[in-house]
């Protein structure tokens, strides 16, 4: 149950797009496409805003898109907004009835 | 509206014990598995455990397994966890959240906050 790879950080100016990687195994990401992606803004609870690697749930902003090629996942915002400054976790189905996320990414816009 | 509103964080020693519990609003409790997740200070997310929806099947993170225990009450709209053993490394900031299977995890609670320490 290693947890997936992310860059500890990120950063990006108001109105440019921003691409964050989540890199797993062929046991996780590579083998199923039950990749999410979570917005989480310290003290409060995390948020879904990718599903089974590409569907955003009602509500969340068409900024958001999720994609995923082989053992790599990829979330990308386009247009950053300063209130999209915030960490944001990936994870994964890992074979075996469980979950490995990875280690999340600092946003700073 | 979707709600989970979580209880029994606290200050534990080591070796202790502690439960937490999740109550659910807003959906149809029974439909859907339940799972908990944590973040320790400075850390990342960690996925520790989930029960199904029947309570029939749960299964547990290496970190926690034999120690936690994850149960629920449909009748209650409840889900707990039941820590034992606990020891300084699982100083953290507990979640439950409602799992779509083990796909996705929506909504999440507010958290607590478990400190262990002598």
């Known amino acids: 149950q290693s947890a997936l790879t992310q860059p500890a950080s990120v950063s990006g100016s108001p109105g440019q797009s921003i691409t964050f990687t989540c890199t797993g195994t062929?046991?996780?990401?590579?083998?199923?496409?039950?990749v999410s992606w979570y917005q989480h803004h310290p003290g409060k609870a995390p948020k879904l805003i990718i599903y089974?690697?590409?569907n955003r749930p009602s509500g969340v902003s068409n900024r958001f898109s999720g994609s995923k090629s082989d053992t790599t996942a990829a979330l990308t915002i386009f247009g950053l907004q300063a209130e999209d400054e915030a960490d944001y976790y990936c994870?994964?189905?890992?074979?075996?009835?469980?979950?490995?996320f990875g280690g999340g990414t600092k946003l700073t816009v | 509206q979707l709600q989970l509103e979580q209880s029994g964080g606290g200050l534990v020693k080591p070796g202790g014990s502690l439960r937490l519990s999740c109550v659910a609003s807003?959906?149809?409790?029974?439909?859907?598995?339940m799972t908990w997740i944590r973040q320790a200070p400075g850390k990342g997310l960690e996925w520790l455990a989930y029960?199904?929806?029947?309570?029939?099947?749960?299964n547990y993170a290496d970190s926690v397994k034999g120690r936690f225990t994850v149960s629920r009450d449909n009748a209650k709209n409840s889900v707990n966890l039941q820590m034992n053993s606990l020891g300084a490394d699982d100083t953290a900031v507990y979640y439950c959240?409602?799992?779509?299977?083990?796909?996705?995890?929506?909504?999440w609670g507010q958290g607590t906050l478990v400190t262990v320490s002598s």
């Open positions: 959240a409602r799992a779509y299977v083990l796909e996705w995890f929506d909504p």
């Open positions: 807003g959906f149809t409790f029974s439909d859907y598995y």
């Open positions: 029960i199904s929806s029947s309570g029939a099947y749960t």
């Open positions: 062929s046991s996780d990401v590579g083998g199923y496409n039950y």
């Open positions: 089974e690697v590409s």
């Open positions: 994870s994964s189905y890992a074979s075996s009835n469980t979950v490995v």
